[in-house]
């Protein structure tokens, strides 16, 4: 069975907690794709949800899939969010940005009741930090925010190479708030609750892909099953 295969597993387990009448966060990558896809499914066999998305492709995704869509600006609260994740520690904590989400993601999930991550067992790690941890910044000033960021490195104990992200045709990423992102190979990130405060108090750092303490539950496809870890 392979990674993508394994991924639809996780998400087939996720959208069976979803029941009519909830208020969805719906996640942005690969996997979460996978989830929008499954649920468009039951939406059409009768399933009464409205949903969030995190992006303007999980947007596209879910007209496609005729999900009804609302913003947090209509509502109040979320009733739960299913998102991929680039790392997960056994505390839950989480790598999230690889596909350059992580800013919507981040509201999406703090405004939800629960969030469910869907993964592949690769996404599995003891420490958080062999992903590239992904840090949205605004491009003024760039140079000093990069300074500071460093800074912040060097106060956790953790080093590494930074680079701006650039697309598949070379030219710098843009996300979809207009923001760059830098991407840290920071390799061990011995006390990630620590570096998240840290970055979110530098100026210039819009968001990090550091998300802690909000996932309550991870699905996580192998080639034993699916493993399902509750937030300690």
Same mark, same amino acid.
């Given at each position: 069975m392979n990674l993508d295969e394994l991924k639809r597993q $996780? $998400? $087939?387990r996720a959208v069976e907690f979803v029941q009519s009448g909830m208020k969805l966060g719906l996640g942005t990558g690969s996997t979460a794709k996978h989830f929008v896809e499954l649920l468009g499914a039951r939406v059409r066999d009768g399933l009464d949800v409205i949903g969030v998305p995190t992006s303007e492709a999980t947007r596209d995704d879910a007209i496609r899939c005729g999900i009804r869509l609302t913003t947090l600006d209509d509502i109040d609260r979320l009733d739960l969010t299913v998102d991929g994740a680039d790392e997960v520690d056994p505390s839950l904590n989480l790598i999230k940005g690889g596909g350059g989400a992580l800013l919507r993601e981040k509201i999406v999930a703090a405004a939800s009741d629960r969030m469910i991550v869907i993964?592949? @067992?690769?996404?599995w790690v003891e420490t958080l930090g062999r992903f590239p941890l992904p840090i949205e910044v605004i491009p003024f000033g760039l140079a000093a925010t990069r300074r500071l960021i460093e800074k912040a490195f060097a106060d956790c104990g953790v080093s590494g190479q930074i680079a701006v992200r650039k697309g598949r045709d070379g030219h710098v990423f843009v996300t979809d708030g207009g923001h760059w992102i830098m991407d840290a190979h920071l390799g061990r990130i011995s006390n990630a609750p620590? =570096? $998240?405060q840290s970055l979110a108090c530098i100026p210039g750092v819009? @968001?990090?892909g =550091?998300?802690?303490d909000l996932a309550s539950t991870a699905m996580l496809a192998g080639s034993q099953g699916i493993r399902v870890i509750e937030r300690r």
């Open positions: $996780a $998400a $087939a993964a592949d @067992e690769t996404k620590r =570096l $998240a819009v @968001e990090h =550091l998300f802690i």
